[in-house]
């Protein structure tokens, strides 16, 4: 499948294919799933913003059976529009297991360079049926409270508000997480989060705002954020840290149900 809107620029999805396939060559592996990370995807881009491709890989199965295995990640030069690099479909297993959110973030970014749906499908169902929910939590409430007390934003000062969408997107997936009692993989996208578990009207316009001064602006540059948004990345983070327990390590059963799906994704989507 493939999925992208309008506005991307054709030449550089181009480069991204050609650096996709190249890949799959000079690695011998298969890419069932690359997408676009980042703000283009995170739903708050830049007219300058880079693209930020990320995939998952499958090596042939001899490479997983050798005490000597290749990397797990695959990484291409960085360049002043390119970031393209991904992991190894273990690693996003062996990171599911231990509550990793960017492993089911992937699989349900908005903008799907190529990919298998059954892959993304069969993934993500493994990424609930393992995902412990305050490892997740403590994922987001790790990334959100980091950049929030960097961005400034607390203290009602004038701050970079480029650094506040940072906070704002890991406390909405906070509240989603809290929304949906059942379930622990939130949307990558922000205005998906807001749809699926809506903030206070105030909050929402205010955010809004931000994003379209951000979609045509390419330094946002400084001033205070909004008082409701304040109040309610706080009292996300607030609740996420009230409701997590005690760290634990992955139970017996979600290794065992990861290890079973691994070996069928791999029989089914590695290399021939």
Known sequence: MRSLPAGLDPS??????RRLEGLTVEHGVTIPWAIESGSRAWGFPSPDSDYDCRFFFVRPRQAYLSPWRPRDVIETPLDAVLDVNGWDLIKAVDLAVR???TVSEWLRSPMVYGGDEEFRD????????????DRITRHYLHV???????SGAASGD????KRVFYAIRPAAALHWLATHADRCSPPMNLQELFEQAPPPPSVQEAVHRLVEAKAVTRELGHGVVEPSVVAWVEEQLGRAADRIGAERQPTTRARTDAELAFVGMLDRWGPR
């Open 158 to 161: 004038q701050v970079a508000l």
């Open 122 to 133: 069969a993934l993500l169902a493994l990424c609930e049926a393992v995902g412990d929910r």
């Open 144 to 150: 959100g409270g980091d950049h929030w007390t960097r």
């Open 99 to 101: 509550g990793n959110a």
């Open 12 to 17: 550089v999805v181009e480069q991204i294919d």
